[in-house]
Structures are given as C-alpha cells and as structure tokens.
C-alpha cells in the first residue's frame, strides 16, 4: 500500500508539474511574441552604484532630511575624492567582473558566455577577478564542455575565478564550476552528479508488431549501435556502456585536475549532495550565497556586471525553457526517490 501511494504521489507530481509547465510556456510564448527578438551587444553596469542606490533610499527613509543631506554630501565627496585618486593612478583599486550563466540541456547560454569572456580578457589583470553565478542542471556532454572551456580562458590567462552557486550546479553543471578557483555555494543548493546517462527510447518492437520494416545503411562497424528504431543487440549495448564510460572518466579526470585534493572516486558516482554535504565531500570550497559575496566585494572593488544580449528566435528561447524545467523536475524525482529510501 504505501509503495503504491509513493508512486501515485509521483505520478501526481508528474500531471501537476505537466499542467504547470504549459501554462508557463504559454505566458512566455505570449510575453515573447510581444518583445519580438531581444538586440544583441555588451551591455556593462557598475553594481556599487545600485547597491549605494538601494542603501541611500533605505536611509533617506529611515533617517531625517538633515541628517541624510548631510550624509549624501559626504559619501559624494569620498566618491569624488577616491575617483580622483584612481585617476590619477594614485590608487590602484581592484575589479571584479561578474558573469551571470543559467544553463540548459543544450548550454544555449555558452554563446554569449564566450563574448563576455573575450571582452573581459581584453581589460582585466590577474589582480582583478572573475565572479560568475552560476545556476546549471547540467546537459549534453559537448556543449557544457564548450562553456567549461570558456572559463578556462580566464584561469589560462590568470585571472582569478570564483564560481558561486546559489541553486544548483550538477552534472555538465559542475563540469562547469570545477575549473573555478573557488567554489561557493549555499547550504541548499545541489551539486555534483558526476556521471553520464543515455536514454533512448527503442520502437523496434511496436514497428515489426505492425509490419514495418526499419532498414539503416552504415559504412563503418561502430557508426550506429543502439538507435530509436533499429533492433539492439547486446553488442551494440556494450559498445554504448564503453563509449558512456570513457566519456565519464574524461569528466573524472578534468575534476581532479582542477582540484587534485579531492577523492574522485567517492564523489563520481553520479549521485548530487546539497551544498552542506558537498562542502564536506570537497566539492565546494566555502558555504555562502552570492549576494553576501558581492555586498563584501563592493567595499574593496569597483564590481561590474557584464552581459552579451545574443539574439535568439522565439522558438528556441522556448525550448531552452522548456528543456531547464525539465531537467528540474527529473532532479526533483530522483531526490524524492533517494529520500523514500533512507530508513
């Protein structure tokens, strides 16, 4: 009985989570057919200034209009006065770039990811550093591989590379993280999953029950093995598990290398850890979340959010929305199965 209510309650959670998905698609159909195709370009904004914003207006509020005048006059003169001085190259004040990355099956974000890191080599110094908030669930093997690439520049070309994760950084996700310098994350937040999956569903069987006959044509021995229509064998099988795992020990190996003190084995089991557990296991560095961080930062350093607009059509906006959602609901089930299974 309670078996059964476990996979009713999943199956539940499947139907809601089904009807919650179309009707988003739908308001964000509707909301991007309206902005037609978003204009692409570097776009750069100096965060110390919003911040100072958020904290006068809380104080114009909170104090009295003397008192605030007087404050706002003096906090512009520091301003001024430290402007001058970097100026003038009397003080040498640290950068510090943020990158913002939400990933999808597909990395479609690596594309912009790519300019805004060619735009920030092009200014920074190895005194200056690279932040970048980081929210990916992980996807195809190739293109999180790209984007783990890109942030490789940074570290090739000495800049340091924090890596904060607020959500989740998982699977191709965390092939992403690891090349930082240091991994933050929030207590809650889900990483690891260092492993490799195909599914591929097979109609062999419904097609012949049908009469319908599959024929492929290959030249080469290994050029297909298991397909959507074709007839498995278990070689075939075995030609995929190889090929699965020599893609998950070059993901084992571009792990260690990055963080040679970490126990590969005991974390490369495809399992994800909230950012507790994970800071325990090695995988992240420090507990925090990435709004402490920058709070911190822009005490020291003139902190800029940079950003590449790509343009992209509708209907792969739409995919790359729906693909996220649903990478979120098979993490979402495989937690829920995990904790069915502890005593």
Known sequence: MADFAFQYGLFLAKAITLVLAVGTIAVL????ARKGEAPGGLKVRKLNDRYRELASGLRRAAMGKAAWK?????????????EKAV???????????????KGDLRASAVASLREEVSAILGVATPADEVVLRLENFGGAVHEHGLAASQLARLRSGGIPLTAIVDK???????????????????????????????????????????????EQITAGRYKRTVTMFG?????????????????????????AQNH?????????????????????????DELGASDDYLLAAIRRADVFHVSYQARHRLSERLLAAVESAAVRVELWLEQRRRERLLP
């Open 168 to 214: 989740g950084a998982a699977s191709g996700g965390y092939m992403m993280a690891c090349v930082a310098n240091r991994i933050i994350a929030a207590p809650f937040a889900v990483l690891g999953s260092i492993g490799v999956i195909a599914q591929i569903p097979n109609f062999n069987r419904a097609l012949s029950e049908r009469g319908i006959d599959f």
């Open 87 to 101: 100026a003038s190259g009397a003080e040498q004040r640290q950068r510090v770039f943020v990158l913002d990355f």
């Open 260 to 284: 040679p003190g970490l126990d590969i084995e005991a974390v490369a089991t495809g399992e994800h850890w909230y950012g507790t557990r994970a800071l325990e296991l090695g995988l992240v």
């Open 29 to 32: 159909a509707a909301g991007l």
């Open 231 to 255: 007839r498995t064998t278990d070689a075939d099988r075995e030609k995929l598990r190889e090929e699965i795992t020599e893609v998950h020990e070059l993901f084992k190996g571009m792990v």
């Open 70 to 82: 007087k404050l706002a006059r003096q906090e512009a003169k520091e301003r001024k006065a430290r």
